[in-house]
């Protein structure tokens, strides 16, 4: 299964004081909820092969595009696209699924999880960080982010895509997806938002150290990681979860984007952890 193969879920739209937000959901409106937040240039379809599995596994599934991102209008502000300026739309979200929210963030969907967390413990009944880390993107993630960010200015989000698309076409290493993954892939990077990328891309690259206050939010929390992360290195998850007194789990045969990667192996370390 891959992101353009949705199963269960149904598409929807959630209404909020920001604004429209675009959500794929499943399972029964009334069992426990799960609300999962993607990554930078990523959207709701990343959840696409979990939201089916935790639906007849009797939770209620709610993948979102973050503002900006895919088919959720956001604002016309970089600013507006920090972790903590995100927050209210996920704690709007929140409270529109009920109480006890099982929340998950992956990658910088996880700063805008922590954030989310850190203002409003209450709303939440636990916490997963899915290959995200204890502070600001390092590495060369993050300098292909400063490598790109002066084309965005100069050549929009079409350049920025020609340029990922021919470093790619570099890499002796790189899989080339299957013709129909590949233009969803490129009509969702080309239909998000130039400030919501440029907005990410800085807030990504600044984020400070919030450990110690998550881990006086009191919640529970998962830290899970590809065993071939390669954003935040394994080793700097694994003691952001030891700071945080947090459960720790290593999905195999994955990198940074397990829920597509090997979501066989990450479903039952989810559901262990939320039941």
Known sequence: MTVLDTG???????????????????????????????????????????????GRAGMRAVAVDLPGQYQSPGPDDPAAYTPDRLAPTVLAVADLLGPD??????????????????????????????????????????????????LLAA??????????????????????????????????????????????????????????????AGLPVLVVHGADDDAWLPDAQHDMARRLGARYAVVPGAAHSAAVENPEALLPVLLDFWR
């Open 8 to 54: 269960d879920a149904q598409p929807t739209t959630l209404e909020v004081a920001s604004g429209p937000v675009a959500a794929l959901t499943a399972g029964a409106p009334g069992a426990p909820p799960v609300l999962l937040l993607p990554g930078y240039t990523g959207s709701k379809e990343d959840f696409a092969p979990l939201l089916g599995p935790l």
């Open 155 to 216: 050549a929009g989000l079409p350049g920025v895509y020609a340029a990922m698309q021919a470093a790619e076409a570099a890499d002796p290493d790189a899989v080339t997806p299957p013709a129909d993954l590949a233009a969803f892939l490129r009509r969702r990077f080309l239909a998000g938002s130039p400030t919501m990328l440029q907005g990410m891309g800085q807030a990504i690259r600044s984020e400070p150290d919030r450990v110690e206050q998550l881990a006086a």
């Open 101 to 150: 929210v099982r929340l998950l963030g992956h990658s910088f969907g996880g700063l805008v999880a922590r954030a989310a967390v850190i203002a409003a413990p209450s709303a939440f009944d636990s916490l997963v960080l899915l290959s995200s880390g204890p502070a600001a993107l390092g590495g060369q993630r993050r300098q292909r982010i400063e490598q790109l960010e002066p």
